[in-house]
T-cell receptor
């Protein structure tokens, strides 16, 4: 049962343009969402997060949007840079399971110069 | 930001032997640490929650006798893969949440290859 889904396995974007990565979830108990960036053979690096009481959180080039009614969140990267090329995972926390992250399958982002 | 280290970063062992992987929080204390496993081109799957001073809790389908977890101190958790088999070959990653935040910090991972 995949509670967090990233339906796009890959995304290719031109440098300078916007990258939009999407994530859907099914568990209404999730109340905190995170995005991680991961390079091969390395651990994930935290990017940005959002609480369920908000619908937007922005940090520099990264903005996360949350639509609770649709159980959907997205990560916007603008402008995209070649160094952003990596695998992006969305993750969710909820209920009483403090700290237990449920991950999506990941989206491979490639930013072309 | 907070730093989590893992050792070793890469290990090869023979089938039937055991291997220990260490996870350390370097600049914060972690009463809880998490162990994940990632297969190629797949997501990170939570294996178990390591609790300082008490037994680890394992996710469904994870053999607790095969994957021994010990949370020896507030900064160290170890995962021992016992009687390793080739199907245990994977990328193992630990994480730890600083007490005051939901965000978790991940170690760099350990690549285990069982021959």
């Amino acid at each position: 049962d995949q509670q967090v889904k990233q339906n796009s396995p890959s995304l290719s974007v031109q440098e300078g343009r916007i990258s939009i990565l999407n994530c859907d979830y099914t568990n209404s108990m999730f109340d905190y969402f995170l995005w991680y960036k991961k390079y091969p053979a390395e651990g994930p690096t935290f990017l940005i997060s959002i609480s369920s009481i908000k619908d937007k959180n922005e940090d520099g080039r990264f903005t996360v949007f949350l639509n609770k009614s649709a159980k959907h969140l997205s990560l916007h990267i603008v402008p995209s840079q070649p160094g952003d090329s990596a695998v992006y995972f969305c993750a969710a926390i909820g209920g009483t399971s403090y700290g237990k992250l449920t991950f999506g399958q990941g989206t491979i982002l490639t930013v072309h110069p | 930001g907070a730093v989590v280290s893992q050792h070793p970063s890469w290990v090869i062992c023979k089938s039937g032997t055991s291997v220990k992987i260490e996870c350390r929080s370097l600049d914060f204390q972690a009463t809880t640490m998490f162990w994940y496993r990632q297969f190629p081109k797949q997501s990170l799957m939570l294996m178990a929650t390591s609790n300082e001073g008490s037994k680890a809790t394992y996710e469904q389908g994870v053999e607790k006798d095969k994957f021994l977890i010990n949370h020896a101190s507030l900064t160290l958790s170890t995962l021992t893969v016992t009687s390793a088999h080739p199907e245990d070959s994977s990328f193992y990653i630990c994480s730890a949440p600083p007490r005051t935040t939901y965000e978790q910090y991940f170690g760099p991972g350990t690549r285990l290859t069982v021959t």
